[in-house]
């Protein structure tokens, strides 16, 4: 660590939640350089937030050059990392005493460009365009998983289309997978075999949570909230407007997001979280886990231990 709030994150813009470590004390979020140019090799960083260290949560940051709209998530296997994934496939892995850039996402096309890097099971699953999915099994070994998605020439008609492709993906276990897309995209993989599933809407789907309760919850670029398992949906509230950009589990209850709050549900209906003196003024981002969830935007980050919201980062704090 060694150095605040103010040094780590000035200048830098968050764009995902990590995972929190050390039962919630410890929190990493990857930011990217404020305003800057994507054709232009800029600087990504992971900040690792240390809650614990008085006077103010102190900071320690790993720097990533030439990665453009990185994801990273936690694993365990084949050892306990962070794990990260750029939109051209490029990794990068972090902890455990090391640091170092992996063999890129072996893709053939170069129109795949991967959305988003998540935890199942204890090892790291990417998605992206073209329906494209794949697994890491050890470091610098992705594997490709598309049995099902591809190889007729609908499917590949399909694939090939400017609207196809997985926006997320999560799983309860590895054989019970969900991945969705644009235009109502739903499919279902066995840990053998990918299987499209009907979906009571043709929105985009933007994020996908299975949560502890055994059912899968997607959220909409049109701000719907649907719950459901492989054959029966509900949508649970109306359209919003604003695009759902996470969903969390914490502490039984499902939290989701949008640019302009957080959102509990509870007996199936959506109540605005009451946020009390932390008052966030950017959403966007959420993750639940280690007995803490932690709601962030740009430039601003809370936390909830299941009782009371904390402030961590305002855009105060940066001026």
Partial sequence: MGIYKKEAFKGYDITSIVGTFYNG???????????????IIHETKLIILDTTLPPEPECGY??????????????????????????????????????????????????????NVKE???????????????RRDVPNQWIKLDKGLHGTSKL??????????????????????YACGDGGDLWHFDGNIWVHLDFPVNS????????????IYIGTNDGRLIKGNKRQWVILNKEQGSEISAIAWFKGSIYFSDGSWVYEL?????????FGDANPSQFGFLYGGDEVLISAGANNIVSFDGSKWDSLLTPFDLA
């Fill in 25 to 39: 004390e410890v929190i990493g979020f990857v930011t990217d350089e404020e305003d800057y140019d994507p054709f």
């Fill in 62 to 115: 790993v720097s990533f050059h030439g990665s453009l709209y990185m994801k990273g998530c936690r694993v365990k296997f084949p050892s306990e990392k962070s794990v990260f994934v750029d939109a051209g496939g490029k990794v990068h892995a972090w902890g455990g005493g090391s640091d170092q850039a992996e063999d890129n996402i072996p893709v053939n096309d170069a129109r795949v460009t991967f959305h």
């Fill in 120 to 134: 199942i099971s204890g090892k790291a699953y990417s998605v992206g365009t073209l329906r494209t999915v794949f």
């Fill in 156 to 177: 590949e008609k399909q694939a090939l289309s400017d609207s196809a492709g997985f926006n997320d993906i999560d799983g309860f276990s590895d054989d019970n997978i």
């Fill in 204 to 215: 985009d789907l933007t994020v996908i949570c299975c949560a502890d309760d055994g059912y």
């Fill in 266 to 274: 509870i007996n199936d209906q959506t109540k605005k979280v009451n």
